[in-house]
């Protein structure tokens, strides 16, 4: 199994500020994925980290305020861009395989708290 | 689309009492199906899955069994203890691309 870290493990920031959240892990991983867990819920899907080509990003996020970058097989960053409120959330970094039947593994999450 | 229902929390037990968290589907295809646990401060662990129908799958004492004629995947565990308070999440994968569906998550609370 993959072991993955996210740096940083907690934030708070400012409103109209941004942060960016990285993700590496300890082996190379075909599929990374980032989602959203806000206070109490399920997990949502932001979007599929390609690399070498842009994010794949679920309806309802956008690039312009979620950017990511793959630049090799073990590591992502998610940068979540003027900031909001209702931003504050738990930020999950996942991993798989397609030879694992989609099963992931996750990240320990970052928590953010937007004031 | 596909989907997952799984019961809601919060879900108390005493210690050693026996657990079930029901979990149905909806899905196109084969799914995979899987149990996730988070706990408090953390991210999730799979906790089990089942690949295919009748499978059962198992770990840390808990169980579920794949059951496509209706559609379930319930958890189990016969004697729940304090350390098991999390939430769980049902998920199920593989009919198409690489993405995951979760459940709502259930939360249990285990008092000694």
């Known amino acids: 199994s993959a072991v993955i870290s996210q740096k940083p493990s907690r934030d708070i920031c400012q409103r109209g500020t941004s942060l960016t959240i990285q993700c590496q892990v300890d082996?190379?991983?075909?599929?990374m994925f980032w989602y959203r867990q806000q206070p109490g819920q399920s997990l949502t899907l932001i979007a599929t980290?390609?690399?070498?080509?842009?994010?794949?990003?679920e309806s309802g996020f956008v690039i312009d305020k979620f950017p990511i970058s793959r630049p090799n097989l073990t590591f992502s960053t998610l940068t979540v861009s003027n900031m909001s409120p209702e931003d504050s959330s738990i930020y999950l970094c996942?991993?798989?395989?397609?030879?694992?039947?989609?099963?992931?593994?996750f990240g320990p999450g970052t928590r953010l708290t937007v004031l | 689309g596909d989907s997952v229902t799984q019961m809601e929390g919060p879900v108390t037990l005493s210690e050693e009492a026996f657990l079930t968290i029901n979990c149905t589907y909806t899905?196109?295809?084969?799914?995979?199906l899987f149990w996730y646990v988070q706990y408090p401060g953390e991210g999730l662990q799979l906790l089990l899955k089942?690949?295919?129908?009748?499978d059962k799958g198992s770990n840390k004492g808990f169980e579920a069994t794949y059951r496509k004629e209706t559609t379930s995947f319930h958890l189990e565990k016969g004697s729940v203890q304090v350390s098991d308070s999390a939430v769980y999440f049902c998920?199920?994968?593989?009919?198409?691309?690489?993405?995951?569906?979760f459940g709502a998550g259930t939360r249990l609370f285990v008092k000694a």
């Open positions: 996942s991993v798989g395989d397609k030879s694992t039947y989609n099963e992931q593994f």
């Open positions: 082996s190379q991983v075909t599929m």
């Open positions: 980290a390609n690399q070498g080509s842009e994010a794949t990003y």
């Open positions: 899905a196109t295809g084969y799914p995979s």
């Open positions: 089942a690949t295919k129908a009748d």
């Open positions: 998920a199920l994968g593989g009919t198409g691309g690489f993405k995951t569906i």
